[in-house]
């Protein structure tokens, strides 16, 4: 039976979606300064995102019009990784390099590849900081993962509801992997 179209950005959408996610960061850089006050009150966590998110894009602005994805998420690491700007800088460049490994080498970027990226992109800083504290950048980054994957979970799993093969499994959700899909919810 025929697999649902799975939706594709390419390399070019991507790097648009980081450019505006770069402008956003910008707009609201002053704003994050003002409420910085955990776990260090040094009130420039918006301003050293916002300028190594900048770095990241002006490195990806370099490869041209229609990047690779793999070399794009590349190139956006590599650059956040030169223009880290303070803590959170250094965070976010790790991240961004996890987010990078999570993808791959696969060329297409679709929610699955989204999902893997976070995860890896929430490990990675994770390591990044010798004292990882909650409530920080490091919880939103492990709690993007998660969502990502729950929602991936739950579309394999409305996806055996019409993978079956006979009258009898058209429609069914298959016991065992909703079993599993619940395990994973309840024990975390």
């Known amino acids: 039976m025929a697999q649902p179209p799975r939706e594709l950005v390419n390399g070019t959408q991507l790097r648009d979606a980081f450019v505006a996610a770069s402008q956003h960061l910008r707009e609201m850089a002053k704003g994050i300064d003002a409420i910085n006050v955990y776990p260090v009150p040094d ?3 918006g301003s050293n995102l916002a300028a190594t998110m900048r770095e990241a894009i002006d490195t990806a602005l370099l490869l041209g019009a229609e990047p ?3 070399a794009l998420l590349e190139a956006v690491a590599r650059g956040a990784l030169y223009g880290a700007r303070g803590n ?3 965070i976010l460049s790790q991240a961004l390099r ?7 080498e696969a060329g297409e ?3 699955a590849a989204l999902a893997r990226g976070l995860v890896e992109a929430a490990a990675e800083a994770y390591v990044a900081v ?8 490091l919880t ?15 579309l394999r799993i409305s996806e055996t509801a019409t993978a079956g093969t006979s009258k009898t499994t058209k429609g069914v959700i298959f016991p065992r992997l909703a079993g599993l899909f ?3 919810m309840i024990t975390g």
């Open 109 to 111: 970027f679709d929610a």
């Open 88 to 90: 959170s800088g250094v």
């Open 68 to 70: 690779a994805v793999p």
């Open 98 to 104: 996890g987010f990078s490994a999570g993808v791959g």
């Open 130 to 137: 010798s004292k990882p504290q909650e409530g920080t950048m």
């Open 182 to 184: 619940l395990n994973v």
């Open 140 to 154: 939103v980054l492990r709690a993007a993962g998660d969502a990502a994957l729950e929602m991936i979970t739950r």
């Open 43 to 45: 009130g420039d966590t």
